[in-house]
């Protein structure tokens, strides 16, 4: 059974507008989730996280929101670039471990 | 830092073979993990290690799947005989806090291991 589930394979967006990518999560005892960006023939690379205490974390042009109650999710890109254009892996943090999404590729139209 | 190195690159070999993939973590990182990434299931955790100590092997598919890390400073993880199922990308990553706050992981390029 899946913990971590990204239910979008995939997404498009135009250059300058708004990219959400979405995750859903089983195990109330995630105390810390991550998203990281993945270009081809390279490995996953950090993007932001944020704690189970938290319900927002920004940096940059990228926020993270937690809904717990919902056991959700969301990772926003404002504005999208087409360099934003990569598969998005959503994880949580299990004891000294990382649980993984099935990813969702995101693709920036110019 | 050079960061995590994963050797081969590629690595095509025929069913029943011995294929064997090489890590090395970054220097001074405590934890090391093994994964796998397919299609259909994404990224798998298979092992990972503290201090060179296997912690939790629960992700590893059948026997025929081994790891070992005997310093610091390298990993391998074995598939004897290899089958076509077992075609994947394999990552290595290593970590200072294992997956407790926000400093996550950091992996290396992978391995693509077909096995044909």
């Known amino acids: 059974d899946q913990q971590v589930k990204q239910n979008s394979p995939s997404l498009s967006v135009q250059e300058g507008r708004i990219s959400i990518l979405n995750c859903d999560y089983t195990n109330s005892m995630f105390d810390y989730f991550l998203w990281y960006k993945k270009y081809p023939a390279e490995g996953p690379t950090f993007l932001i996280s944020?704690?189970?205490?938290?319900d927002k974390n920004e940096d940059g042009r990228f926020t993270v929101f937690l809904n717990k109650s919902a056991k959700h999710l969301s990772l926003h890109i404002v504005p999208s670039q087409p360099g934003d254009s990569a598969v998005y892996f959503c994880a949580a943090s299990e004891g000294l471990k990382l649980v993984f999404g099935a990813g969702t590729i995101l693709r920036v139209k110019s | 830092d050079a960061g995590v190195i994963q050797s081969p690159r590629h690595e095509v070999t025929e069913m029943g073979q011995e294929v064997t993939l090489r890590c090395k973590p970054i220097s001074g990182h405590d934890y090391l993990f093994w994964y796998r990434q397919t299609m259909m299931r994404g990224l798998e955790l298979l092992i990972y290690?503290?201090?060179?100590?296997?912690?939790?092997d629960s992700g590893m598919p059948e026997d025929r799947f081994s790891a070992k890390m005997p310093n610091a400073s390298f990993s391998t993880l074995k598939i004897q005989p290899s089958e076509p199922r077992d075609s994947a990308v394999y990552f290595c990553?290593?970590?200072?806090?294992?997956?407790?706050?926000?400093?996550?992981?950091?992996f290396g390029s992978g391995t693509r291991l077909t096995v044909v």
């Open positions: 290690f503290n201090n060179n100590v296997p912690i939790d």
């Open positions: 990553a290593s970590s200072l806090t294992g997956g407790r706050g926000n400093y996550g992981y950091t």
């Open positions: 944020i704690s189970s205490i938290k």
